[in-house]
């Protein structure tokens, strides 16, 4: 079983819709994070949870973009009105946590797709 | 802060070829550096990570890493390359925890040729 599912995988849109993705990871992660990756770039931290609480939301765009992780466990993130400028591949990683700091560190999800027409 | 630049965004080598990826860093702390592949249309994962245990690291599929505090560089070697290597490659470092946001280079698609 994938320690991070998301779903959908691929989502084509219309600039000026709404748009939402799941991540749904094995429970028992406390840390949950939201990258968004454009073409040719590395990803880029969008918003970071502990438990259910926002810690970094410094890179989301709050107009338009938002991200909740209601119980703790799966998280959504959502695009309302979605532009051209955000199709990307949006990854979701949670912290695995391990006896040692070599076994610590950030698991991905495989992505979701996104193209906005 | 921190920042990771990764010098070239593709490389070409030929199958059984050493395998030589880029990597420098900043940090305003101790950094924990991080070498993640991508294949098509999929997630990130892990081939190794630098915590400070180790300057010389060892991944997964014969990858391995050189921690070199007076270069600033964390570059990724593999002695021979195989047709299965040809990815895209993100270097990542996380100042303070080694589960702290990642902040990515560029990333530098591997092309493996027979």
């Known amino acids: 079983e994938a320690e991070v599912a998301q779903s959908p995988r691929y989502k084509i849109t219309e600039k000026s819709q709404a748009v939402a993705f799941w991540c749904d990871p094995i429970s028992g992660h406390a840390t949950l994070y939201w990258y968004r990756q454009i073409l040719g770039q590395g990803p880029e931290l969008l918003v970071q949870?502990?438990?259910?609480?926002?810690?970094?939301d410094s890179q989301l765009p709050k107009d338009r973009f938002s991200a909740e992780r209601l119980k703790g466990v799966d998280s959504t993130l959502k695009i309302q009105p979605a532009e051209l400028g955000d199709s990307a591949m949006y990854l979701c990683a949670v912290r695995r946590i391990g006896g040692t700091p070599l076994e610590e560190t950030q698991y991905f999800g495989p992505g979701t797709r996104l193209l906005v027409l | 802060a921190q920042s990771v630049t990764q010098l070239g965004s593709h490389v070409s080598v030929s199958e059984g070829a050493l395998v030589l990826l880029r990597c420098n860093y900043s940090?305003?702390?101790?950094?924990?550096l991080f070498w993640y592949v991508q294949y098509p249309n999929q997630g990130l994962q892990l081939l190794l990570k630098?915590?400070?245990?180790?300057?010389l690291v060892k991944g997964i599929n014969g990858f391995e890493a050189e921690f070199k505090k007076s270069e600033t560089s964390f570059h990724l070697t593999k002695p021979s390359a195989h047709m299965s290597d040809a990815a895209e490659y993100f270097c990542?470092?996380?100042?303070?925890?080694?589960?702290?946001?990642?902040?990515f280079g560029q990333g530098t698609i591997l092309t493996v040729h027979p």
């Open positions: 630098y915590t400070s245990a180790a300057t």
């Open positions: 949870f502990q438990d259910e609480s926002v810690v970094d």
């Open positions: 990542a470092v996380s100042g303070g925890t080694s589960y702290g946001k990642l902040t």
């Open positions: 940090s305003s702390v101790p950094p924990y």
